[in-house]
């Protein structure tokens, strides 16, 4: 091949016959080694387009300038067939639903960043390829219309029955009785579907806005609930004295076999031989020799200093509601003093710093948590203290803890508390438990506790929604239940009491409304009066 193949794109340029209202003519195209190629115009949408010629078998023309006529004879089918779309106001370049998907993915793919909020992480990726691969199954089922379909043929109410596909596929409910998949995750596909048809296929043009397709929404049924799952107070409890009492101390009250071991018998007094209250417990580090004298290993060490580490984070989410992974990125130096406070205040409460960074919203906030004694007690365990570290490191490595170690470390807890069991398929490689009572428990729990906790004890939502960096409409939607009888003292804010048996108004006047005053002052005249004129009992005795 001649060496001017490679550097130019139009090479043996020879026009259609017809083709003049087009502009239509084949060429060698220099950057693609040589292959034959149809140009087209279509003069309604002033577009432009090149298609690479090809037999219906995949085989190309001869890439040089002998392959002319079988080149020719292709580009004029293929010429037809664009000018008669061109006239009937279809679309010439036309797109497959297999290719949007694939268009989109490899979009998507380009914006994987480990830089936070600069683009999305490998995660969410594969969260948006599997959402995509339910919709090309949707599409490729019996009777569906195909991954070969093209997009401005799509009927618009074709995704009306993709929910109960989705629910009749999986077949599978939750441990609450509850269909799957949940309608939080219908709608993120429905979402990820509404961008593919926007971001591609209007966006490159090969559909107008009104062939866009009606893209549904899942609704929450009316007797089910999908509100967060958060500790009540008496697991709270549970779970922290246990936590703290066994796990953080490499003790634990069951067996390998996960039975309870039972209590110390009584050895001495009118009640020897029963139980007592002092649990028996065992071992639960690794590299501890056992016996008297004996010393931990250092391996076992450091394990017991990641479960103190732990057992301080989770009492630090407990008390101040931030999301686990602005937790995990907490440094030293996003911790500053409370100054608006009392010496003995600052000594409990203090303000932590939420850059854009490690959030999930992106937006810079600050709170306020009595988390100061945990935090003296986390600088004295860790080993790296500096302003720039992390508060949860590794203290062999001085690396991030991984995230096996915070999942297994909150399993170990809540089934040292009672508050789960292992599961039968739980291995040390992947740890499985199984939650008593049937809630969905995560780090993201004690979020959701102390928003839970919060509004219960009568924390305006307005300031549990700031500290915490959420919305209204969210914490409505998931934590706030609103109590008429107990809104009562809320509701009186800003007003006088009415007096116990009086009748006099004056609690209800309005401060904020013109003339209130006047009609106050003559709706009691008129009362008096009335009062006045009613006569007594010893009057009336006496008519």
């Known amino acids: 091949m001649p060496e001017m193949s490679t550097q130019s794109q139009v090479l043996d340029r020879t026009d259609l016959q017809g083709g003049k209202r087009n502009k239509a003519y084949v060429f060698r195209n220099g950057q693609r080694g040589g292959r034959w190629s149809l140009y087209f115009f279509n003069p309604e949408k002033k577009s432009r387009h090149r298609f690479v010629l090809r037999h219906p078998n995949g085989r190309f023309p001869d890439p040089t300038p002998t392959g002319l006529d079988e080149a020719v004879e292709l580009a004029q089918e293929r010429y037809i067939e664009l000018r008669t779309k061109a006239d009937e106001g279809e679309a010439v370049n036309v797109l497959t639903i297999g290719e949007m998907v694939n268009r989109f993915l490899t979009k998507e793919q380009r914006r994987i960043s480990s830089t936070p909020h600069e683009g999305i992480t490998d995660g969410r990726f594969r969260l948006i390829r599997n959402q995509t691969r339910h919709f090309l199954n949707f599409c490729s089922r019996k009777g569906g219309c195909g991954a070969s379909k093209q997009v401005h043929l799509f009927r618009r109410t074709y995704l009306d029955t993709y929910q109960q596909w989705r629910q009749d596929t999986t077949d599978a409910i939750d441990k609450a009785g509850r269909v799957l998949p949940r309608p939080t995750t219908l709608n993120g596909e429905f979402s990820t579907i509404r961008r593919m048809f926007r971001e591609v296929a209007l966006a490159e043009g090969f559909i107008t806005r009104d062939q866009l397709p009606e893209i549904p929404s899942a609704k929450v049924p009316k007797d089910q609930s999908y509100r967060r799952s958060a500790f009540s107070a008496e697991e709270w409890v549970q779970l922290e004295k246990t936590a703290r009492l066994y796990w953080t101390k490499g003790l634990t009250r069951w067996s390998q ?85 009392s010496k003995e205040e600052q000594k409990v409460w203090c303000l932590i710093e939420v850059p854009p960074e490690n959030t999930k919203t992106g937006r810079w906030y600050e709170l306020s948590a009595p988390v100061v004694r945990h935090l003296e007690r986390l600088r004295e365990i860790t080993r790296h203290k500096r302003r720039s570290d992390l508060l949860f490191t590794n203290q062999s490595s001085g690396a991030p803890l991984s995230s096996r170690i915070w999942g297994d470390s909150l399993k170990e807890m809540l089934v040292e508390s009672g508050l789960a069991t292992w599961s039968e398929d739980d291995s040390n490689n992947c740890r499985k ?111």
Not at 319 to 339: A, F, Q, T, V, Y
Not at 524 to 530: A, C, G, N
Request: proline share 4%; with cysteine.
């Open 257 to 341: 076999t996960g039975s309870p071991l039972g209590f110390h018998k009584i050895t001495r007094g009118p009640n020897k031989g029963q139980d007592s209250t002092r649990p028996i417990t065992r071992n639960s580090l690794y590299g501890v020799i056992q016996g008297k004298g004996t010393r931990k290993s250092t391996r076992a060490q450091i394990q017991q200093d990641h479960r103190l580490m732990l057992y301080l984070a989770m009492r630090i989410s407990m008390e101040s509601g931030i999301r686990i992974g602005s937790l995990r990125k907490m440094r030293w130096s996003h911790i500053s003093d409370n100054k608006t406070l």
């Open 433 to 543: 438990i199984e939650v008593t009572s049937g809630k969905t428990l995560t780090w993201y729990s004690f979020r959701h506790s102390w928003i839970t906790f919060a509004l219960e004890r009568g924390v305006p939502v307005a300031t549990v929604c700031n500290n915490c960096d959420t919305s209204i409409q969210y914490v409505q939607e998931h934590y706030f239940h609103y109590d008429a009888k107990r809104a009562t003292g809320a509701l009186l804010t800003g007003r006088s009491r009415a007096p116990k048996g009086g009748i006099n108004a004056e609690w209800m006047r309005d401060p904020y409304v013109k003339g209130e005053e006047r009609s106050r002052h003559n709706s009691s005249r008129i009362l008096d009066y009335k009062l006045a004129t009613v006569p007594t009992k010893s009057q009336q005795w006496k008519n």
